[in-house]
C-alpha cells in the first residue's frame, strides 16, 4: 500500500492595506483661530484702551500708577487671603464629606450632591439677603449678650469672615463636582480598609492615602475657588467691604483707564497662580503617595495587587516533581 504523504499548504497571506493617505484638516487650525480671536480680540482693545491717549499718544500713566494707587495693595491682600482661607475650609467641609459619602450607604450621595448643588440655584442677592438679616440680629437682639463680640468679629474689615463664610457656600458647586469626579477614579473602600488594617487612624487615611491620589481634584477645585472670590462683587458690596473685586469698581468713576489695567493685571495674576496650581496638581502622585503611606498602610496596600497576581502562576505551570504535596492543616483541638 503507498504510502500516504501530506503536504503542508501554504497559508493565505493576509491581504495588505494601502496606507491611508492623512488629508490636512484645515477647520480644525480654522477653529482655533476663531477662538482665539473671540478671546484674545477684547484683551487686546483693553490694552490699547490703556496705553492709548487721544491727542497724547502712548502714555503708561495707567500702569505705573497701580502700585501707588489708594488702596489697591490693601484690597488684592485681603481678596487672596479671603480666597485662602475659603479653599481651607471648603475642602475641609467637602474631602471628608464625599470620603464618607463613599463609604456609606450609596443613597447619601445624592442627598450630598443636592446640598451642594444648591448655591446654582439660589442667587447671590437673595443669599447676601439673608446674611444681612441675620448680622442685623446682632445690634437687635444680642447686643446685651457675649454673643454680640461675635457678631462684630465676623464683621471685621481688615478680614471679614462673613465673606469667608459665604464664598464657601458659593463655591461649593465646584468643589463637590471637581472632588467627585477624581474620587470617581479612586477605589477609596479599598485603599481606607487595607490602612485602617495597618493600624492607621482616620486622619491619616485622609491625609495619607486619599489626598495623595486627589491632587489634580484638589488643584481644579482651589484654581476655581479662586477665580470665584477675586471676581465676586454681589456679596462683597451689598455688605459694605472692599476687597479687590469692588475696589475695581469704585476707582473706575475717575479712573477708567487705571480700572481696566488693573482688571488686566487681575487676570495674569490668575492665570499665573493657574499655572502654579497646574504645575501641583499634575506632578508625580505614585511617588508621593508611596511615600506618604505609613509602612502598615502600603505593605496592606500591595497585598491585594499581590493577590489577584498570584493566580496568574498556576500549579499546571510547575513540573510535576517539584510540585510540593499539600500539607494537611491542623485544626485546634483535633490534633
Same mark, same amino acid.
Given at each position: 500500500?503507498?504510502?500516504?504523504?501530506?503536504?503542508? +499548504?501554504?497559508?493565505?497571506?493576509?491581504? !495588505?492595506?494601502?496606507?491611508?493617505?492623512? +488629508?490636512? +484638516?484645515?477647520?480644525?487650525?480654522?477653529?482655533?483661530?476663531?477662538?482665539?480671536?473671540?478671546?484674545?480680540?477684547?484683551?487686546?482693545?483693553?490694552?490699547?484702551?490703556?496705553?492709548? !491717549?487721544?491727542?497724547?499718544?502712548?502714555?503708561?500713566?495707567?500702569?505705573?500708577?497701580?502700585?501707588?494707587?489708594?488702596?489697591?495693595?490693601?484690597?488684592?491682600?485681603l481678596s487672596l487671603s479671603l480666597a485662602a482661607a475659603t479653599i481651607a475650609l471648603a475642602l475641609l467641609l467637602v474631602v471628608p464629606a464625599l470620603v464618607a459619602v463613599r463609604l456609606g450607604p450609596p443613597r447619601l450621595r445624592a442627598v450630598v450632591e443636592i446640598v451642594c448643588?444648591? $448655591?446654582?440655584?439660589?442667587?447671590?442677592? &437673595? @443669599? !447676601?439677603?439673608?446674611?444681612?438679616?441675620?448680622?442685623?440680629?446682632?445690634?437687635?437682639?444680642?447686643?446685651?449678650?457675649?454673643?454680640?463680640?461675635?457678631?462684630?468679629?465676623?464683621?471685621?474689615?481688615?478680614?471679614?469672615?462673613?465673606?469667608?463664610?459665604?464664598?464657601?457656600?458659593?463655591?461649593? $458647586?465646584?468643589?463637590?463636582?471637581?472632588?467627585?469626579?477624581?474620587?470617581?477614579?479612586?477605589?477609596?473602600?479599598?485603599?481606607?480598609?487595607?490602612?485602617?488594617?495597618?493600624?492607621?487612624?482616620?486622619?491619616? #487615611? %485622609?491625609?495619607? !492615602?486619599?489626598?495623595?491620589? =486627589? +491632587?489634580?481634584?484638589?488643584?481644579?477645585?482651589?484654581?476655581?475657588?479662586?477665580?470665584? #472670590?477675586?471676581?465676586?462683587?454681589?456679596?462683597?458690596?451689598? =455688605?459694605?467691604?472692599?476687597?479687590?473685586?469692588?475696589?475695581?469698581?469704585?476707582?473706575?468713576?475717575?479712573?477708567?483707564?487705571?480700572?481696566?489695567? #488693573?482688571?488686566?493685571?487681575?487676570?495674569?495674576?490668575?492665570?499665573?497662580? @493657574?499655572? %502654579? @496650581?497646574?504645575?501641583?496638581?499634575?506632578?508625580?502622585?505614585?511617588?508621593?503617595?508611596?511615600?506618604?503611606?505609613?509602612?502598615?498602610?502600603?505593605?496592606?496596600?500591595?497585598?491585594?495587587?499581590? &493577590?489577584?497576581?498570584?493566580?496568574?502562576?498556576?500549579?499546571?505551570?510547575?513540573?510535576?516533581?517539584?510540585?510540593?504535596?499539600?500539607?494537611? %492543616?491542623?485544626? $485546634?483541638?483535633?490534633?
Amino acid at each position: 500500500m503507498a504510502a500516504l504523504t501530506t503536504t503542508a +499548504r501554504p497559508e493565505a497571506a493576509a491581504p !495588505v492595506k494601502a496606507p491611508r493617505r492623512t +488629508r490636512p +484638516r484645515y477647520w480644525r487650525g480654522a477653529v482655533l483661530a476663531v477662538a482665539g480671536l473671540y478671546f484674545i480680540t477684547p484683551l487686546l482693545s483693553s490694552f490699547v484702551f490703556t496705553v492709548h !491717549v487721544p491727542n497724547q499718544g502712548l502714555t503708561f500713566e495707567a500702569y505705573s500708577g497701580i502700585l501707588s494707587a489708594d488702596g489697591f495693595t490693601e484690597s488684592l491682600f485681603l481678596s487672596l487671603s479671603l480666597a485662602a482661607a475659603t479653599i481651607a475650609l471648603a475642602l475641609l467641609l467637602v474631602v471628608p464629606a464625599l470620603v464618607a459619602v463613599r463609604l456609606g450607604p450609596p443613597r447619601l450621595r445624592a442627598v450630598v450632591e443636592i446640598v451642594c448643588m444648591m $448655591p446654582l440655584v439660589v442667587p447671590p442677592i &437673595a @443669599l !447676601v439677603t439673608g446674611i444681612a438679616t441675620v448680622l442685623r440680629w446682632g445690634p437687635d437682639h444680642f447686643s446685651r449678650t457675649p454673643l454680640y463680640q461675635t457678631f462684630l468679629a465676623v464683621q471685621n474689615e481688615s478680614f471679614p469672615v462673613v465673606l469667608v463664610l459665604a464664598y464657601t457656600v458659593l463655591a461649593l $458647586p465646584f468643589v463637590h463636582r471637581s472632588l467627585d469626579a477624581g474620587l470617581r477614579a479612586v477605589d477609596v473602600p479599598t485603599l481606607v480598609e487595607a490602612a485602617r488594617n495597618c493600624g492607621a487612624s482616620r486622619l491619616q #487615611v %485622609i491625609v495619607s !492615602v486619599i489626598l495623595p491620589n =486627589l +491632587r489634580s481634584s484638589l488643584a481644579g477645585a482651589s484654581f476655581l475657588t479662586l477665580a470665584l #472670590v477675586l471676581g465676586e462683587y454681589t456679596v462683597a458690596s451689598l =455688605l459694605g467691604f472692599r476687597p479687590f473685586a469692588v475696589w475695581i469698581v469704585s476707582v473706575s468713576g475717575a479712573e477708567a483707564r487705571m480700572s481696566v489695567a #488693573v482688571s488686566l493685571l487681575s487676570l495674569l495674576i490668575t492665570w499665573a497662580l @493657574l499655572l %502654579i @496650581l497646574s504645575r501641583a496638581g499634575t506632578g508625580p502622585s505614585a511617588p508621593a503617595s508611596a511615600g506618604a503611606i505609613p509602612a502598615g498602610a502600603a505593605g496592606a496596600a500591595a497585598i491585594p495587587a499581590a &493577590a489577584s497576581a498570584t493566580p496568574a502562576v498556576g500549579a499546571s505551570a510547575l513540573p510535576a516533581a517539584t510540585t510540593p504535596a499539600a500539607a494537611p %492543616i491542623p485544626v $485546634p483541638g483535633k490534633e
